[in-house]
Nanobody
């Protein structure tokens, strides 16, 4: 199983980025995908998660209305569209897969079974 996160970069406050998380090795398994972020010296923080069908998603309060998580089942890829970025969004963003036939949407890192390597997002003021 591999999760490959990409799309990070340097952007000015108010700008946008789209992160991608490509999954391989999970084709015949139902799973939710979550995005987390970790800033230097801080704990890993939940950002958003989406279920297998893509119909249900949850977000942390600080990104609600600015970030949108979506899923392309044919490509086994989950996206995180980040708009109106703020300097406090600066972090390494990681995607993770939670194996679940029930479509659960956990918010805690230990609930996730597989992790990608992360992509760095820097928002300048």
């Amino acid at each position: 199983v591999q999760l490959q996160a990409s799309g990070g970069g340097l952007v000015q406050a108010g700008g946008s980025l789209r992160l991608s998380c490509a999954a391989s090795g999970l084709t015949f398994t139902t799973y939710s995908v979550g995005w987390f972020r970790q800033a230097p010296g801080k704990d890993r923080e939940f950002v958003a998660t989406i279920n297998w069908s893509g119909r249900n998603a949850v977000y942390t309060d600080s990104v609600t209305g600015r970030f949108t998580i979506s899923r392309d089942a044919l490509k086994n890829t989950v996206y995180l569209q980040m708009d109106r970025l703020k300097p406090e969004d600066t972090a390494v963003y990681l995607c993770a897969a939670h194996i679940s036939s029930a479509g659960s949407l956990p918010r805690t890192p230990p609930s996730y079974d597989y992790w990608g390597q992360g992509t760095e997002v820097t928002v300048s003021s």
